[in-house]
């Protein structure tokens, strides 16, 4: 005979400052938990969807980042020789080939110094990432000194704004435009035409080349014939893979933080529940001596205060994966330790994320409640009895 589902519940019920207490300590360490979770997974899915899986980006060998690469006039005109490349509706191969430099510019507020990544471009760099729209002013006219600003520049930074002019590379740019990039991590730039950045940064060779392919199932057969020619120090990556490279130094480090975080939180938390129902067990003896004498087995027992304990981590679970939602609405920044600029991007809660902090939950109530259950269930009759 077993006991009721409703017995370990009402007993939770009844006792509600220690259920809350310990609840909020459980909730505590799913809170920090899945906004780890949340982190890591806003940084990736910033950077991933940076991306498309028909673009492919052409880099220097060995280099880790487009700030590093350097790709010569020549090999470059190479590449746009390709067969493999996609026509635009201009007859033109959908390619860019784009200068990637860091500068140094002030934050609005604080004047502390950050790097922000500029980018040079041609027109078909929009095209070939349709994510990015402009949502005030205009494009930089062709061999001007005028750029447009991704919308996390225009908000952060000094002179990044509508109309107001930066200063970089000896020269003074006037922002034309800002544009807004999804959850990309091109918010974090700002564009500006490539032959003007070229002059002003003494920069001779461009930083990278990207292209759409006509068909992404050709990528093979490219990556194989640009990689294999002697005249070329040059790799191929599809985009999708080049920026989720990027993340992973940053997205290990900050696992790596919040599993040490989670650790420590939860063996308090552990220590909290296995208290509780250490608790409930002392004050609950006469109980059990009265369920065991009903003819209910040392096994019901045992379940009962199994499902006790695993009731009290879920609500823990829950109330900690709920205030972690919120942290959707907040936006950071931080260095992308592969380009060195600052990096803005949002926490994102998933569904694996949501079932991992419950599963997470549940797992710290049955190890806080094994050892009082067991307890529990091994009283002797007579004894407990006595104990009225």
């Known amino acids: 005979?077993?006991?009721?589902?409703?017995?370990?519940?009402?007993?939770?019920?009844?006792?509600?400052?220690?259920?809350?207490?310990?609840?909020?300590?459980?909730?505590?360490?799913?809170?920090?938990?899945?906004?780890?979770?949340?982190?890591?997974?806003?940084?990736?899915?910033?950077?991933?969807?940076?991306?498309?899986?028909?673009?492919?980006?052409?880099?220097?060998?060995?280099?880790?980042?487009?700030?590093?690469?350097?790709?010569?006039?020549?090999?470059?005109?190479?590449?746009?020789?390709?067969?493999?490349?996609?026509?635009?509706?201009?007859?033109?191969?959908?390619?860019?080939?784009?200068?990637?430099?860091?500068?140094?510019?002030?934050?609005?507020?604080?004047?502390?110094?950050?790097?922000?990544?500029?980018?040079?471009?041609?027109?078909?760099?929009?095209?070939?990432?349709?994510?990015?729209?402009?949502?005030?002013?205009?494009?930089?006219?062709?061999?001007?000194?005028?750029?447009?600003?991704?919308?996390?520049?225009?908000?952060?930074?000094?002179?990044?704004?509508?109309?107001?002019?930066?200063?970089?590379?000896?020269?003074?740019?006037?922002?034309?435009?800002?544009?807004?990039?999804g959850n990309t991590a091109f918010n974090s730039e700002i564009w500006g035409d490539v032959d003007q950045l070229m002059q002003a940064f003494r920069r001779p060779v461009y930083s990278s080349v990207i292209l759409k392919l006509r068909d992404s199932t050709e990528f093979e057969e490219f990556k194989t014939r640009v990689e294999s020619d002697p005249r070329l120090t040059l790799?191929?990556?599809?985009?999708?893979?080049?920026?989720?490279?990027?993340?992973?130094?940053?997205?290990?480090?900050?696992?790596?933080?919040?599993?040490?975080?989670?650790?420590?939180?939860?063996?308090?938390?552990?220590?909290g529940a296995m208290i509780t129902m250490y608790a409930a067990v002392a004050n609950r003896v006469t109980e059990i001596g009265t369920l065991r004498a009903l003819g209910f087995q040392k096994r019901s027992i045992l379940t009962a205060f199994i499902l006790e304990s695993l009731f009290l981590g879920l609500l823990g679970g829950c109330v900690g994966l709920f205030f972690a939602s919120f942290m959707q609405l907040i936006t950071i920044s931080t260095m992308n330790w592969q380009t060195f600029a600052e990096l803005a991007f949002s926490f994102a809660l998933t569904f694996d994320i949501a079932w991992k902090s419950l599963a997470f939950s549940l797992i710290m109530g049955l190890i806080g409640g094994v050892l009082p259950a067991v307890r529990a269930s091994r009283m002797n009759i007579v004894e407990a009895l006595r104990t009225s």
């Open 1 to 181: 005979m077993g006991i009721p589902y409703s017995y370990s519940y009402r007993n939770l019920s009844t006792r509600k400052l220690t259920t809350v207490l310990t609840a909020s300590g459980m909730a505590l360490v799913v809170f920090v938990f899945a906004a780890t979770l949340m982190l890591v997974e806003g940084l990736r899915k910033t950077l991933v969807d940076t991306g498309s899986y028909d673009n492919v980006i052409v880099i220097r060998k060995a280099a880790q980042s487009e700030v590093q690469s350097g790709v010569e006039r020549l090999q470059a005109s190479i590449i746009e020789s390709q067969p493999e490349i996609a026509i635009g509706e201009d007859g033109q191969p959908l390619l860019a080939k784009e200068l990637v430099v860091l500068i140094n510019l002030p934050k609005r507020g604080s004047n502390k110094p950050s790097n922000v990544v500029i980018r040079g471009v041609i027109p078909h760099s929009l095209l070939l990432r349709p994510q990015v729209r402009l949502t005030e002013g205009r494009m930089p006219r062709p061999g001007s000194e005028e750029v447009i600003a991704g919308k996390s520049i225009a908000k952060r930074f000094q002179g990044g704004g509508m109309g107001e002019t930066v200063r970089f590379g000896m020269r003074d740019w006037t922002v034309v435009g800002v544009f807004d990039a």
């Open 235 to 271: 790799e191929a990556k599809r985009e999708t893979t080049f920026y989720a490279d990027q993340s992973e130094a940053m997205a290990r480090f900050l696992r790596i933080l919040g599993i040490t975080l989670t650790v420590v939180f939860s063996l308090g938390a552990v220590i």
